[in-house]
């Protein structure tokens, strides 16, 4: 049920649950400093309660409502990349309910590049915001994305289809001058280097979220091989021996592929194929490491 920005305020206020647009893909917001909204998004979602959940805020302002620890690397980081797709990890406030850290010590915070829902932020204060799907299934881009996931009746702010169409990098900054990826987004990691080095991760240095199934449509999905099959999701300029076939986009413009992968794994489930196939030969460089790992983590046999 597609709902007025005054509306998406009040019931926000009132500490209900509504979808919300971002440049990244849709969020399912609440207050973060209500218990009640906080656990409705778990709950509906269907979300482990081990998994934090991300606050947006709308201006700078808003940040010592969560955190006192802002260190020279967040400025500059804050500064090259906020409002956008960049998400940092900083020391939370006790105060801050566990509801939204999962009981952690960091808070992920970020400030989204999308001025209907900053407006709605500035007005609200800070908003928790995970993306607006079941888990485990892929994120939202466009409204009709979270009826089917929720059902007509679910309040939904459109914004029309988002912009990046890729979550948000996530980093956690260290106590030198550097930082860690914890997930990669939609900020390449090349664009981050510019500002503040980059520091190889352990592989344990993820976020919660990784450790759960991601990104998968119901369809079992395999990598291209060298045979025919019925159905590729694939390149445009590129010719496939198959009867059916999911395009991308261009091998070449990968912020077109990202805007559109998400909207064809959900596609590919409409059309009860047996199984697909997916093109996976593309150089991971720049936002197509992202996508390569997203792809990744949506085939049946990782
Ligand atoms: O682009 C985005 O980031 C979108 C839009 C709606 O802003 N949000 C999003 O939220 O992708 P979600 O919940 O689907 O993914 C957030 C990830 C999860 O994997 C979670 O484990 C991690 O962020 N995360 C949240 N809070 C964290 C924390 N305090 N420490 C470490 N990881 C955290
Ligand atoms: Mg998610």
Known sequence: MIISSEEACARLQDEFVVAVP????????????????????????????????????????????????VTETHKKLIDAFWPGPLTLLFDALDSLPKTVTAQQKMVAIRMPNHPTFLEILKKTGPLVAPSANLSGRPSPTRPSHIEHDFGALFPVLDGGQCVCGLESTILSIGSSESCHILREGSVPRGEIEKIVPVKESPISCVVPGAK???????????????????????????????????????????????KSLYSILRALDHCQFGKAYVDMDFPTEGLFSTIYERLSRALSCQ
């Open 22 to 69: 971002t440049e990244t893909v849709y969020g399912l917001a609440g207050r973060y400093d209500s218990i009640a909204a906080c656990e409705t998004i778990y709950s509906i979602k269907n979300r482990p309660r081990d998994n934090p959940l991300i606050v947006h805020i709308g201006s700078i302002e808003q940040l010592p409502l969560l955190t006192h620890c």
């Open 212 to 258: 759960y199934k991601h990104y998968a449509p119901k369809t079992p999905l395999f990598p291209l091989g060298n045979t025919p099959v019925e159905c590729v999701i694939g390149f445009k300029e590129r010719r496939y021996r198959a009867q059916h076939v999911f395009v991308l986009g261009d091998s070449t413009e990968p912020e077109e592929v990202a």
